[in-house]
């Protein structure tokens, strides 16, 4: 009798186990337990979803006004990772290394450098890159007296102001500050040397459009760098505009 009454308690206590994980499991609660739809789901530890399709794993759609997915994380912590650099189509981000959009300047810039040797032609003349809303840049080149080469700006329908700083190569600095009017050709930077000669340009182009509160003011501004190479005129430019 006593062995028998031992025996029933020793499977009493292993139903109610089996019963404890049971209810654990279906709770949505612990490492192993099932994801309850609705329901908080707590758990310490990575769930992961791995396969191999020709679609998305994971797909979540929200017919309602809140949005698809919500991801919260500790102050300073990423709210998400991922292993790919390609571009995210329709994925927008309001800061770039912390800076605002408004902490940038806006509008097209560009970077272009040129170059061509004139050893046997008498000169040319290359477009260099366009400054959009202001006018464009050229490069000429003349082999004779040494080699020349100059950086030409053709306005377009604006006037402006010009405001620049330059430098050549014996150490000499200018600032200065002069009118462009609309539709006409001027020399920005020039080089002319027996060997090689070299000048750099920092400029500000300003005109205004309407008036009253209206009044919109456009800047551009222009970093150049002009060498030339003696008689060959083996010419080589390069500019950075920002507008």
Known sequence: MQFGT???????VGAAAAVIAITGAASGTGIGAVFNLGKTNKVSATSTLTGSAGHSMLSVTNTGAGPALSLQVKKGKAPLTVSSPTQVPDLN???????AASQFIQ????????????????SATRQLVP???????????????????TLNFQTGSHSMDNFGVSLNTNSVSSVANSSLASDQNYVLASATGSSVS???????????TGSGTAQITHL???EILLNVRS?????????TTRS
């Open 220 to 222: 551009a501004s222009l």
């Open 93 to 99: 981000a309001s800061l770039l290394g912390g800076l």
């Open 107 to 122: 509008g097209d810039g560009q970077s272009r450098s040129f170059g061509f040797d004139l050893s046997a032609a008498s």
């Open 131 to 149: 400054v959009p809303g202001f006018g464009t840049l050229s490069a000429s080149c003349t082999p004779a007296s040494g080699g020349t080469a």
């Open 198 to 208: 070299g000048v750099w340009e920092s400029m500000i182009l300003r005109y205004t």
């Open 6 to 12: 031992m025996k029933s308690v020793a499977i009493g």
């Open 231 to 239: 008689a060959t005129c083996d010419f080589d430019a390069s500019a």
